[in-house]
């Protein structure tokens, strides 16, 4: 779970802007003890208008986790995650994100640009106090980074030199473990690698998983497949079962000619020309019968809902932290609340983040009782930065609506629409 982050100059942010997951105390349902003493949120979510930079919290937080643990085999490799803000591009990103893993918590903190991670320390907490995992700071083009690793993590010499001769300028220490075979006392860092890798994912999930790939998958395995059954089942969405099937596929001959004489490789080509794709079949249920529905057939919502529930598994399952943005959209507003609720009830150790444009949310008593889980994002007029205040900095009394106050404009994050009258005239 995360505990606490911020970010400057990346995307819309210039200035720094944080996010805290900390509560006071054991509240409510949407509070965890992560550990002894320490409370955090498992849900967070982020309303502002269009373009005011809420999806570029969640890109950050995917690329802080991103940075730490993918390895570049090329020196001249650029940092794709280097996106500074727009006014400010020569000047580093900097990102700080204190997590647990395994247990432990963990402070990352990195500055980097196009090129090189200049500087980063990775700090973490084994017995409850601070200690160095390591630190590193740039040097200079084509020289070995200077790495210092914390006497806790009892390195052997020859390990240590391992690990700084594999870390280029242009990626993390940490992602040494995935592209260089190292000894047994490399464990800590193995371990901690392996959870960050497994836990903490990309906006959306998988988004290269199809939906027929999801639901094929949960198929095979009897509890998955037990939960997609009863949660498409309680959602209303008059499905009863599901089953993978093979459909025939009709490939006209024009397109047959074309792919044969085409330049790609005969694996590619057979399947572009394949007759038969796999699919889903919804079994559908009336009072005169039952009857099948092909995936094709199913409404956008229902295809949204299916694709959101790969990533509830996962949280009530196992501890997991997903983003997911703009959840919510094609969705009914009961299905939204009730998909969180689902989340909040039945994980224990997992943590959602999203962004959403349904408001009615801040209705809900459990929402509005824990006003720390809930961001507005203003958009400065000055600088076209974004700027982020968490529901509970306002003051408002705990008798006043949250919904009430973001609709009447007191809390900020709305748009400033112009007249509705158009004209035309020159």
Known sequence: MIRDFWVKNYLSIRDRQELSFEAKGPASELVVEISKGVFLYKLGILYGSNASGKSNMLVALNEVFRLLVSPKSDAKQEIEGFLPFALTPEDPTEMYVSFYANGVRYDYNVSFNRKRILHEVLNYYPNGSKALFYERSFVGESIQADIKFGASLKLLAKTQESIRENTLNNHSVLSVCRKAALKEDIGPFASLHRRVMTNYHDVDGNIEKGLVEILSEAYEDHKKRKFFTQMLQKADLNIMAYRPVIEDRFVPQEYRERVSKASIPENVKDVLLRPTNNSVAFL???????????????????????????????????????????????????????????????????????????????????????????????????????????????????????????????????????????????
Not at 327 to 339: A, P, R, S, V
Not at 399 to 426: C, H, M, Q, V, W
């Open 284 to 426: 559908n249920h009336t009072d005169h019968g039952d009857f099948e529905v092909a995936m094709a057939f199913q409404s956008k919502g229902t295809q949204k809902y299916v694709r959101i529930l790969d990533a509830l598994y996962d949280m009530i399952t196992s501890e997991q932290v997903y983003y997911l943005d703009e959840l919510g959209e094609d969705l009914h507003y009961d299905l939204l609340f009730y998909y969180l609720s689902v989340f909040i009830f039945n994980s224990e150790r997992s943590q959602l983040i999203i962004t959403s444009q349904e408001t009615t949310l801040l209705s809900q008593d459990l929402i509005n009782e824990n006003r720390g889980v809930v961001w507005f994002v203003e958009k400065n007029h000055s600088t076209a930065s974004s700027e982020y205040s968490r529901g509970d900095s306002f003051g408002l009394h705990r008798n006043l609506s949250l919904y009430n106050s973001y609709r009447t404009g007191r809390l900020g994050a709305k748009p400033e629409l112009g007249s509705i009258f158009i004209d035309l005239d020159e």
